[in-house]
C-alpha cells in the first residue's frame, strides 16, 4: 500500500482523469470506477452508422493545461495526443450576410476587424484587445488556477481592485459595449457567456476572459479521433503511471467512520478499501434525496446545493454527409437575427424564436473509402453537429413533441445557410431529456449556471468540511464549466490529497 493511502476516483470524466493522472503520478495508489465502458464522462462518444461522434465539448482551449496534466504523470502531451491549432478558430456568420474569421495574431484579427467593421472599430478592437489580456492576468492566477475551498481565498483585495478597475464587475454586455460600437463584433465577444449559463446582460464582465481564451489564446482539436481522443489518452497515461480502471461499474456509497473516508462501495457488491475518495460526477445525483439514498453520507451536505440553479441545456444534431462541405471551417457560428429576445426566451424556460448554431465539421472517424475515379479524397464522409441553446428539462416543456419541431427547424435553417438537404440525412439527436438520461441533472450538460452565488467560494465546495477524504472535481466544482477548468478542479483535489497525506 502507498504512502498516504489509497484512492478511489468516482468517475472517469476528464476531472476524475486529471485527478487520477496527478495522483499516479506521484505514486499514490489510485482505482478509478466509472460506470461505463468507457472514459470519457461528458467528453463521451457515440455510433451514428459507421461514423463515431463527439457527444461532449468541441472547443478545446489552453492546451498547457492539459499538457501540464500530461507531464504530472511523467508524461509528454504531444507524444500522446498531438494537437493542431484551427485555422481559422471560428467563422462567425451575420444575419446580413458577411462573417468573420477569428484568426491568430492581434494584427492579422485586426485587419479582418478593419475590412468588416471598419478603421476606427479595429484600433478599438486592438485596445479591447489588450484589455482582455489584463483580465485575464488579474484573473487566472488568483481565482481561476486557485484552489477557492477555502473562504479566506476570497480575501484578496488588491486583487479583486484590479478586477474592478477594469471593468470585471460589471455587466459583461456593458463592459464589452463600453469598448466596440460594432453589434457583430459585440457578438462576437459576448456570446461565450453562454458557456457559463448565463446571458451576457446578466454575466458578470469577469467572464470576458472566456473570450481571451477563445479568440486570443486558440482552438484545438486532437489530430485523430476527436475530442473523445483527450480522455482515452489522459486514461491510458494514467493506466501507464500506475491507476488500476474499473469500467462498467458503479460506486453505490461511500462509507465513512469518525476519521473520515474509508471505503467505497460498488454495485457488484464489493468494497474498495478508501482512505480519500474523489466524487467526479454529478453532484445533485451523487447527494441523492434528503434522506441518505445517494452515494455521498448525509455528512457531506453542502448548503450550495439547498437550491441549485441550472445552466440552460442544448439541442444538438449530429448529420452523417456524404462529404465534407467545400471550404467548410471546424467551427462555424451562425448569429441569428434576433439577440437579446433569444436569451429572455432561455431565462423564461422557452425555446429561442431565433437562435444562433454553431455548426462544428470535424474530421470524420470513419475508415477512408479511398480516393475517387480522379484519384483525390475529397469526397471523405463528414459529420455535422450543430448545436442549438434550448431550455433544461425544469422548463416542463413538451420535449415529445417539441424535439421534433426544433429540428425540423434547424434542417430548414441549415437548408437556408447553404448546406443543403438534410432532411434525410442519417442523424443521431440529443435533446434535454437525453441528456438526462445520460446521467445530467436538469437535462444539461452544463451544470449550474455561474451567477455570482454560484461563482468561486460559492460554487459547490471542492472538499467536504465534515467528511475527511472527501473530495470532488468536475464542472459542478470551481472553477467551473469548460475543458481546461474541469481539468484544473482535479488538479486541485489531487494537490489537496497530496497535501493532506505527504
Avoid at 440552460?312 to 471546424?330: E, I, K, M, N, Y
Wanted: charged share 25%; proline share 7%; with cysteine.
Amino acid at each position: 500500500m502507498s504512502a498516504g493511502g489509497p484512492v478511489v476516483v468516482i468517475g472517469a470524466g476528464l476531472g476524475g482523469l486529471s485527478a487520477a493522472m496527478r495522483l499516479a503520478g506521484a505514486g499514490r495508489e489510485v482505482t478509478v470506477v466509472e460506470a461505463v465502458d468507457v472514459p470519457g464522462g461528458c467528453c463521451g462518444t457515440a455510433a451514428l452508422g459507421p461514423h463515431r461522434v463527439d457527444t461532449g465539448p468541441s472547443v478545446l482551449t489552453m492546451p498547457g493545461v492539459l499538457a501540464d496534466t500530461f507531464a504530472s504523470a511523467g508524461q509528454d502531451l504531444e507524444r500522446w495526443l498531438p494537437l493542431r491549432r484551427l485555422d481559422p478558430y471560428y467563422r462567425l456568420t451575420f444575419h446580413d450576410g458577411s462573417r468573420l474569421d477569428v484568426v491568430a495574431g492581434a494584427d492579422a484579427m485586426a485587419e479582418r476587424v478593419r475590412a468588416l467593421c471598419g478603421p476606427e472599430e479595429a484600433r478599438r478592437y486592438l485596445r479591447f484587445r489588450h484589455l482582455l489580456g489584463e483580465l485575464f492576468e488579474a484573473e487566472w492566477s488568483t481565482f481561476i488556477d486557485r484552489d477557492m475551498t477555502r473562504l479566506g481565498a476570497l480575501a484578496r483585495p488588491y486583487a479583486l481592485a484590479r478586477l474592478a478597475a477594469l471593468g470585471g464587475f460589471r455587466r459583461l454586455d456593458g463592459l464589452v459595449r463600453r469598448h466596440l460600437t460594432d453589434e457583430r463584433l459585440i457578438r462576437a465577444h459576448t456570446f461565450q457567456a453562454l458557456y457559463v449559463g448565463l446571458s451576457p446582460r446578466r454575466a458578470l464582465g469577469v467572464y470576458a476572459v472566456i473570450a481571451h481564451m477563445d479568440t486570443v489564446g486558440g482552438v484545438y482539436f486532437p489530430r485523430e479521433g476527436g475530442m473523445h481522443a483527450v480522455p482515452r489518452a489522459m486514461a491510458a497515461a494514467a493506466e501507464k503511471a500506475g491507476a488500476v480502471f474499473r469500467y462498467g461499474v458503479r460506486a453505490t456509497r461511500i462509507e465513512t467512520d469518525g476519521a473520515g473516508v474509508v471505503a467505497v462501495r460498488l454495485d457488484t457488491g464489493e468494497r474498495l478499501a478508501a482512505r480519500h475518495a474523489v466524487v467526479a460526477c454529478d453532484l445533485v445525483r451523487a447527494h441523492g434525496r434528503k434522506g441518505g439514498d445517494g452515494l455521498l453520507p448525509e455528512e457531506a451536505a453542502d448548503w450550495r446545493l439547498r437550491r441549485p440553479r441550472f445552466s440552460p441545456s442544448c439541442l444538438v444534431a449530429h448529420f452523417a454527409l456524404d462529404r465534407r462541405p467545400d471550404g467548410q471551417a471546424h467551427h462555424t457560428l451562425h448569429f441569428g437575427r434576433e439577440w437579446e429576445p433569444t436569451f429572455a426566451a432561455l431565462d423564461a424556460g422557452r425555446p429561442q424564436p431565433d437562435p444562433s448554431l454553431l455548426v462544428t465539421c470535424a474530421d470524420d472517424h470513419a475508415p477512408d473509402p479511398g480516393p475517387d475515379t480522379h484519384g483525390r479524397h475529397d469526397h471523405r464522409p463528414a459529420v455535422l453537429s450543430v448545436l442549438e441553446p434550448t431550455p433544461n428539462t425544469r422548463s416542463g416543456a413538451d420535449w415529445a413533441s417539441l424535439t421534433p419541431r426544433l429540428v425540423d427547424r434547424m434542417t430548414s435553417r441549415l437548408a437556408d445557410l447553404g448546406y443543403g438537404d438534410l432532411s434525410g440525412a442519417p442523424r443521431l439527436v440529443f435533446d434535454p431529456p437525453g441528456w438526462r438520461r445520460r446521467g445530467h441533472s436538469a437535462g444539461t450538460p452544463f451544470a449550474l449556471d455561474a451567477r455570482f452565488t454560484q461563482t468561486a467560494w460559492f460554487r459547490p465546495s471542492g472538499a467536504a468540511r465534515r467528511v475527511p477524504g472527501l473530495h470532488f472535481a468536475g464542472m459542478y466544482t470551481a472553477p467551473g464549466v469548460g475543458v481546461p477548468p474541469v481539468l484544473i478542479s482535479g488538479r486541485l483535489a489531487a494537490e489537496r490529497i497530496l497535501e493532506s497525506t505527504p
